[in-house]
């Protein structure tokens, strides 16, 4: 080929150009990565061991429910065409979530099964503590999407995409104190879904009613 | 060697030299895209690799009502059957955009060729800008599924036109008949494919064929009424398959149109927060496109031109070429600016075909505009600059001549600088876990037998890296935090670098673990560059909890 190309003068101009000023930007290119290039130092100190710093309530383990416990959580099936109405409440029976258990839980193993797979279902609410340092667990099955956002704006983001996991799946977040806003996307319609959400065992959610709760 | 040599050459000798040039540009892509292929790389791929799983067991993954990757079978079993040629590798992963990536440039210079003058030097200039084009090489070396969908409607574009221009001929030969219904059928199983691969190709080969139908018509004219069969062969062979996949997708998912309503209702669930009530500001997202193809775009310190500076000239050359308009040779200009439309009008469809009308209105890629979409501008804008730098008589002045000499230099020392900084981002990004996925099978393998703790992110690319289809190799959990207090030892991975649009800071810092209570070990530091994706160097912990009794009262803070 290369023999051939030889012959060619129509394309000299081209050949040599284009050759040329590319190989002046890949050298340009390297050199530029090179000058970037300084390792990052190796940091060898052992984080320092703080013990039982924070105690972690599995919500398994049968524990008696804190008094303090308070959340809200709703509940609305959700489909394109819904969307430009306002959303639908659906009583979800039993209640969204038990307030007499340590964590919000939202259990829609049967109900999940009876919205047709054209739908996905979306819960919005909002939870509110004042313990420092508290951690939010989710735990779930199948694909969701779920979004803490303060008023602040800080936002802690936990998303779970596959759709084949048959498994338990447990993902958990620090979230400062402060009041957030809950948004659950449950995706994948179909099977056996359960949501829960649960935190320290100290977490106080805050009871009061708010505007903010109703649906948009 | 030098007689092999010599015979090669006198086979070429009385053959068209811009074809051995063209052959040799493509060779010279697929040897570089071979040499440089990175893997995966993209926060999008685990949705492509866990359908992957089901098909290395043998089975196709399930349809839901939501998704995307599923539906699309030209994809996901071309990269399945690499998988299982190479192994879970790199090139193994990505073979099918090396080999349909390296074909991009032959396929755009042979649409120029076909309608264009013999002797026109604009299919081999196109060629080489397609080859140095920086997001097309780059996008081709990772699972980038545009890649492959440009490649088949190009291929498709080509056969159409092979066919409509035998259908135009006369008179016709009875082995021009044969040779034309042949191209009608591949055009179609093309196209077919294409749609496989992704939605898109519809939108898209409806413009490029558009295109090609409106050159082909400018040069040869309609063809006889009776000879439409041909075309209506090209039809069936694309609607006949797709119509089965389509009743093969009601069955599955209750819709006819299951694919494109999955995909719809996907990213529904990502509506803007202001898009009901009519607070949702699209200034910013109408700028997203524009900024990816004219200005540097990627991390701090690593902005690059996605495109080149090839979109700059273009747009010089398109309002040069407009003022000129008369002047222009008649067969250039018309494939000037059909050319010159079809990118703007592929445009203009990305940045407004609309997802939703009601209640208001919402432009498509509402939820951040992947700069991979883009990708599909790159033939016709390559075609456009290639036939406007090559009219035939307007550089033969020794000054314009210079004067394009330099343009292409400046373009090509720019592409070249860009390919190298892009292609260094995507490789070094992945470069933690790569060797985090060798270590552990090798000297780290006692310590990976234990429980894993892992970010989700770095799971996601870990397990990638393991391979990810073989479900019995080694998981690493992908929760970011667990109660670990009466758990057994386990291995805690910190740090490491982060793909593209992920941050660097999701990655678990050491300091979190003291939170854990219990004996921290660490076990090695991988080494790595300071980089905006790298803000700490991977590590290996062995944590021993402290055993605790689940049950005991919370400690106030």
């Known amino acids: ?216 | 060697m030098i007689a092999r040599i010599q015979q090669i050459r006198r086979w070429l000798a009385p053959r068209d030299s811009d074809l051995s040039i063209l052959v040799a540009i493509t060779l010279v892509c697929l040897l570089a895209r071979w040499i440089f292929a990175i893997g995966t790389a993209l926060p999008d791929d685990p949705g492509y690799a866990c359908p992957l799983g089901f098909i290395f067991r043998g089975e196709y993954p399930s349809l839901g009502a939501q998704g995307q990757a599923e539906f699309r079978p030209a994809w996901l079993l071309p990269i399945g059957a690499s998988l299982r040629w190479l192994g879970w590798t790199a090139h193994g992963m990505v073979l099918y955009p090396i080999i349909t990536g390296g074909f991009l440039p032959l396929l755009t210079a042979l649409w120029l060729r076909r309608n264009l003058p013999r002797g026109s030097q604009a299919p081999v200039v196109c060629a080489v800008i397609l080859a140095c084009y920086p997001v097309l090489f780059v996008d081709s070396l990772m699972w980038v599924i545009e890649v492959p969908l440009i490649f088949w409607c190009l291929l498709c574009v080509n056969l159409f036109g092979c066919a409509y221009a035998g259908l135009a001929e006369s008179p016709l030969t009875a082995r021009k008949h044969l040779s034309w219904i042949g191209f009608s059928i591949l055009a179609g199983a093309a196209f077919s494919v294409a749609y496989q691969v992704k939605i898109t190709a519809l939108p898209l080969l409806g413009i490029w064929l558009t295109t090609e139908v409106l050159l082909q018509v400018e040069r040869r004219g309609w063809p006889a009424r009776r000879r439409w069969i041909a075309l209506l062969l090209a039809a069936a062979v694309f609607l006949l398959p797709s119509l089965g996949v389509q009743l093969f997708y009601q069955a599955k998912t209750g819709h006819f149109f299951g694919n494109i309503q999955a995909e719809m209702r996907m990213y529904a669930v990502k509506l803007p927060e202001n898009y009901l009530n009519g607070n949702l500001r699209l200034h910013d997202l109408y700028l997203q496109y524009v900024e990816q193809l004219l200005l540097p775009f990627g991390p701090a310190g690593f902005r690059v031109l996605l495109h080149g500076i090839w979109m700059w000239i273009a747009l010089g050359l398109g309002v040069a070429a407009g003022v000129l308009w008369r002047r222009l040779p008649a067969p250039e200009r018309t494939m000037a600016f059909v050319f010159f439309f079809s990118a703007l009008g592929l445009f203009l469809f990305l940045e407004f075909w609309p997802f939703r009308l009601r209640p208001h209105y919402l432009p498509i890629s509402f939820d951040g505009r992947p700069w991979r979409y883009t990708d599909v501008l790159a033939p016709p804008i390559a075609a456009f600059t290639a036939v406007v730098l090559t009219l035939p008589g307007v550089f033969d002045r020794w000054l314009l001549g210079a004067l394009r000499c330099g343009l292409l230099g400046t373009c090509l020392g720019i592409a070249g600088y860009g390919m190298v900084i892009r292609y260094h981002q995507f490789e070094d990004s992945t470069a933690d876990y790569r060797q985090a996925a060798v270590a552990s099978t090798t000297w780290l393998k006692s310590y990976c037998r234990l429980p894993q703790v892992i970010d989700e992110d770095g799971c996601e690319q870990f397990t990638e890296m393991l391979g990810w289809p073989d479900k019995t190799s080694f998981q690493p959990s992908r929760s970011r935090f667990l109660d670990l207090r009466n758990s057994p030892p386990v291995c805690i991975w910190t740090g490491g670098a982060r793909r593209e649009a992920m941050s660097a800071d999701a990655a678990w810092s050491p300091d979190r673990m003291k939170l854990l209570g219990g004996d921290v070990v660490l076990i090695h530091t991988f080494a790595g560059l300071r980089r905006p994706w790298r803000s700490r160097l991977l590590q290996l912990w062995l944590f021993r909890p402290t055993k605790v009794d689940s049950h005991d009262p919370p400690s106030q803070p």
């Open chain 1, 1 to 216: 080929m290369i023999p051939h190309l030889s012959l060619e003068p129509r394309y000299r101009w081209l050949l040599w150009t284009c050759c040329a000023a590319f190989l002046i930007g890949v050298a340009m290119g390297v050199r530029a990565i090179r000058t970037e290039s300084a390792p990052l130092p190796i940091p060898n100190a052992i984080p320092r061991l703080v013990q039982d710093d924070i105690k972690l309530d599995h919500p398994l383990s049968g524990d008696p429910p804190p008094a303090n416990l308070r959340g809200n959580l709703r509940v609305w099936l959700y489909s394109g065409r819904e969307l430009a109405e306002p959303p639908l409440a659906v009583a979800v029976q039993p209640p969204v979530f038990d307030v007499s258990t340590p964590w919000l839980k939202a259990l829609v193993d049967e109900k999940i099964s009876h919205i047709p797979r054209a739908r996905s279902i979306k819960m919005r609410g909002w939870i509110s503590f004042s313990s420092p340092r508290t951690m939010l667990h989710l735990r779930s099955e199948n694909g969701y999407r779920v979004r803490f956002r303060n008023a602040l704006g800080a936002e802690c983001s936990l998303v779970h995409w596959e759709d084949d996991v048959t498994e338990d799946f447990a993902c958990g977040a620090f979230v400062e104190p402060g009041r957030y806003e809950i948004e659950i996307d449950y995706f994948c319609a179909g099977g056996n879904g359960f949501f829960e959400i649960w935190g320290t065992p100290e977490i106080q959610f805050d009871p009061a009613p708010d505007p903010r709760d109703a649906p948009r």
